[in-house]
């Protein structure tokens, strides 16, 4: 276990559609980073926040959105659902200062049909 | 820019034998963290190792080493005596000041048959 909580795990949405995905990071951990991966695109990079700011942005469509609150849990939006948005999305969280290991979640499997 | 390459894409192997998976990465980073995880087929990432660019020694912990190069940029993963609980796909990947955030190599998938 590394500590990180996603939920929910699997989801089920039609085209068109909105979803939210959530992520607790570790205890004590600022950072938190969230990932796509679909099978012809390998991991990619979205966005990350650090202490509720953003701090970096990878390749995250206009259509999703994310922000992390006071409590640290991060949400990812995602909306206008196509299908080629199907994918693992990971949250992970990085140690702070005295470290700088990155611990995942378990992972959202999102479907849209 | 910075790259991590895992030019191995599929390895298939019989249990116990050893097997090495190759990391080569590019960094214009003085300081910067090279890592392993380990994706099984249930599909959460799992932290392997972590080893920080000024710190080539090597390591082992169980059947597991991983020799770090600076000269040839290099991150390898060896499993000793691999077994059938080793399959997976395995991503070795980069962490820079500069970019803030990990860049995956595309994986290496492990089979490790019976």
């Known amino acids: 276990d590394s500590g990180v909580t996603q939920t929910p795990k699997h989801l089920i949405t039609a085209t068109g559609q909105r979803v939210t995905l959530r992520c607790s990071p570790r205890s004590g951990d600022l950072s938190v980073y969230w990932y796509q991966q679909s099978l012809d695109q390998g991991l990619q990079f979205l966005i990350q926040y650090y202490n509720g700011e953003e701090r970096a942005k990878g390749n995250i469509l206009e259509r999703f959105s994310a922000q992390q609150f006071p409590d640290l849990h991060s949400e990812l939006n995602l909306s206008s659902l196509e299908l080629g948005d199907s994918a693992l999305y990971f949250c992970?969280?990085?140690?702070?200062?005295?470290?700088?290991?990155?611990?995942f979640g378990e992972g959202s499997w999102l479907t849209v049909v | 820019a910075q790259k991590v390459t895992q030019a191995q894409t599929e390895i298939s192997v019989v249990e116990k034998e050893d097997v090495t998976l190759d990391c080569v990465y590019e960094?214009?980073?003085?300081?910067?963290?090279l890592f392993w995880y380990k994706q099984p087929p249930s599909g959460e990432l799992v932290f392997l190792i972590r080893?920080?660019?000024?710190?080539?020694q090597n390591e082992i912990s169980g059947r597991y080493s991983w020799n770090f190069q600076k000269s040839t940029s290099s991150f390898n993963f060896t499993i000793t005596a691999s077994q059938v609980v080793d399959s997976a796909v395995y991503f070795c990947?980069?962490?820079?000041?500069?970019?803030?955030?990990?860049?995956f190599g595309k994986g290496t998938k492990l089979s490790v048959k019976p």
């Open positions: 960094t214009r980073d003085t300081t910067y963290y």
């Open positions: 080893r920080n660019s000024f710190d080539e």
């Open positions: 990947a980069l962490y820079g000041g500069s970019q803030g955030n990990l860049i």
């Open positions: 992970a969280s990085r140690e702070g200062s005295s470290g700088n290991t990155i611990y």
